[in-house]
């Protein structure tokens, strides 16, 4: 939701002063090009995966794909993940996706391995949306 200019701008401070870079294109724009962005990691959802990869099977390296109840998928360092979130019943799933984005952030700043990350940012994920609303 942050212009494209400005997360190029973002990107290429966060490259020189050494940092880790955790892209999430949402909402999805056939339009911006990720791969300026140089992102360590990329987190989609089903929906832009197709956006981003067309009809190619092969998830790309760096990427991690969210799929709400399903199993989240990465590519990781030449490793693919597969971590399945808990089950909950959802109330509303607005903001889900943010939430996974800012856990995950967070445990990659904090040094965890890429699995806890994952486990870490599906939990935050499926918790958020057992409440109406994306900020309590």
């Known amino acids: 939701e942050i212009p494209h200019a400005a997360s190029l701008k973002a990107s290429t401070i966060a ?3 050494g940092t ?3 892209y999430n294109p949402a909402p ?3 339009e911006i090009e990720v791969d ?3 992102a360590d990691f990329l987190i989609v ?3 832009e995966l197709a956006g981003l990869i067309g009809s190619d099977d092969q998830l790309p390296e760096g990427v991690i794909v969210t799929q709400g109840g399903e199993e989240t998928l990465a590519r990781i360092g030449g490793v693919l993940y597969s971590e399945k979130p808990p089950s909950v019943e959802p109330v509303d799933t607005v903001g889900a996706g943010d ?3 800012g856990a995950f952030a967070y445990q990659v700043a904090i040094g965890a ?3 806890e990350a994952l486990c870490s940012a599906n939990e935050a994920a499926a918790q958020s949306t057992l409440t109406l609303g994306a900020q309590g």
């Open 15 to 17: 490259r020189a002063a």
């Open 20 to 22: 880790k870079i955790i």
């Open 28 to 30: 999805w724009n056939a």
């Open 36 to 38: 300026e962005i140089g």
């Open 45 to 47: 959802n089903e929906v």
């Open 99 to 101: 939430m996974f984005c």
């Open 113 to 115: 391995e890429i699995r």
